[in-house]
């Protein structure tokens, strides 16, 4: 039957909104290119650049191909662990379960940004083969496998499941779980297998400050990223024209702008306790530690952005510093290298998100999100708010599978490549740099003649003293 004219509307509208959140969150990419351009040394400022390019297109061809099947896979062998339909897009658009090329474009957009948080967690001492393995068996099979627990309608996890976990569901609205605590926790398993670079500990385990080379790209990577956040997390409605029963002016479109407070407020909050926590610690104003301060309230909010109040938002950006600002010091007890702190930020603070929505999520939001808010439904909500333990027991549970996922996959996958050296470049290629000893020259034009522009040149200098 065709459709009516007010329905090829609705479609439309919707259509364009996720859409545009899609490039929105495209836009991302650019934030975490210019975030880890600046956070790396000069030397290594091409490398990061373009490994940041290939996340973008290895993950595209992967998505495609692998990744969209497993994650949103339905049909008649269906099952709560793993899709198995759409490769290579086939039989899409499927008006049966709702998928069309735009949903496709979205969920593309997510999977290629975890491949580019564990890339800054092995920054400046990896081999770009490397690279191009492990973002493609990330994107292509480790993400999209917890991607369909918890989003897709068949998913084991997922909060629209006809079976529901706990009588609830695990709540992860955006991805602090799926999206950034997967990222974090294989990044951490490549920075502990690879080990520090070079300088980073002295002979006592003291840690020696490697700084950035430019904290202008740094803030512009922020304010990016914060900007590609409207995208990521209000436009996980997938639908703005949505309205609530019982209702004569509220719907999604309401709910999409709460939620874009409420991601504002997280990451503010964030970055105002760092400001203050770092300058109590250190002794300084620090700018660097504030953008990822910011960052860590919005991975935090990702979970929850649609079912708390404004007011909890403020809450979880301020314990979101606080973790950032601990795991950062346990780090560096522990030799932990990671150049953009991203195991920290986007593990510590994602799992930490997903905690705290079990703790405030609220029922009316929880329905309007999940229930289209429907009246008369009942649904476990968050704990502190009076919805019992069953919420925070499925959050808990998340949290839980997704590290032992990712560490029984990127673990081995990582060990492996180290096994056969091609994880790790050779110290002689990190003091000179990635720029120059992997990619044919400098991200930057040196106006010094003797500046080595190639690899071999560095060589003969050092061969030679010079």
Same mark, same amino acid.
């Given at each position: ?8 509307? @609705? ?20 934030? !975490? ?11 290594? /400022? ?10 973008? +297109? ?15 896979? @339905?049909? /008649? ?56 393995? !492990?973002?493609? !068996?990330?994107? *292509? ?6 991607? %369909? ?17 706990? *009588? ?30 070079? *300088? ?61 407070? +409420? ?26 530690? +504030? ?39 346990? /780090? ?23 905690? !705290? ?5 609220? @029922? @009316? ?61 050779? +110290? ?10 992997? %990619? ?27």
């Amino acid at each position: 039957m065709a459709a009516s004219w007010e329905e090829s509307v @609705e479609y439309s509208i919707n259509t364009i909104y996720l859409l545009f959140s899609a490039y929105l969150v495209f836009v991302m990419q650019l934030g !975490f290119a210019m975030l880890c351009a600046g956070s790396v040394r000069a030397k290594n /400022a091409l490398n990061i650049m373009l490994t940041n390019v290939v996340d973008a +297109v290895v993950g595209s061809l992967s998505f495609y191909l692998f990744g969209f099947a497993f994650a949103f896979g @339905e049909g /008649a062998r269906s099952n709560p662990f793993i899709g198995t339909s759409f490769f290579a897009l086939s039989d899409i658009p499927s008006s049966s379960y709702g998928y069309d090329y735009c949903f496709f474009l979205f969920q593309w957009a997510f999977a290629i940004a975890v491949a580019g948080i564990t890339s800054g967690s092995i920054a400046e001492r990896t081999q770009f083969s490397a690279y191009l393995i !492990f973002s493609c !068996f990330l994107s *292509g099979f480790v993400y999209p496998v917890v991607a %369909h627990w918890v989003w897709s309608d068949t998913g084991w996890l997922s909060p629209n499941s006809s079976n529901l976990l706990l *009588g609830s569901g695990a709540i992860d609205f955006a991805g602090s779980g799926v999206v950034h605590l997967v990222g974090g926790v294989a990044g951490l398993w490549g920075a502990f297998i690879e080990g520090p670079r070079v *300088g980073r500990f002295d002979a006592f385990g003291k840690p020696i400050p490697i700084r950035g080379h430019n904290a202008t790209l740094v803030v512009l990577g922020t304010f990016l990223l914060w900007f590609g956040w409207f995208g990521f997390n209000p436009g996980s409605f997938d639908k703005i024209l949505v309205a609530y029963p019982d209702t004569s002016d509220q719907g999604n479109w309401t709910a999409v702008g709460r939620t874009a407070v +409420v991601t504002t407020l997280a990451g503010s909050t964030a970055g105002i306790v760092t400001l203050f926590g770092r300058r109590l610690l250190v002794g300084h104003w620090d700018a660097l530690e +504030v953008c990822n301060g910011v960052l860590g309230g919005f991975v935090a909010i990702t979970s929850g952005c649609a079912v708390v109040e404004p007011w909890a938002a403020v809450l979880c950006g301020f314990f979101a510093a606080w973790v950032l600002i601990g795991l950062n010091i346990l /780090a560096l007890k522990l030799q932990f290298d990671d150049p953009l702190e991203a195991t920290q930020l986007h593990g510590g603070c994602g799992a930490w998100g997903l905690i !705290f929505t079990g703790l405030f999520a609220k @029922e @009316e939001f929880v329905i309007q999100a999940y229930n289209s808010g429907t009246v008369g439904t009942v649904r476990p909500y968050g704990l502190l708010m009076g919805g019992g333990w069953g919420l925070l027991g499925a959050q808990v549970i998340e949290v839980l599978v997704i590290a032992g996922w990712v560490s029984l996959t990127m673990g081995p996958l990582f060990y492996a490549l180290h096994s056969l050296q091609i994880l790790r470049i050779s +110290v002689d290629e990190e003091i000179a740099g990635l720029d120059v000893s992997s %990619h044919g020259g400098h991200a930057y034009v040196h106006s010094d003649e003797n500046h080595p522009r190639f690899y071999a040149e560095y060589v003969s200098l050092r061969d030679n003293g010079s």
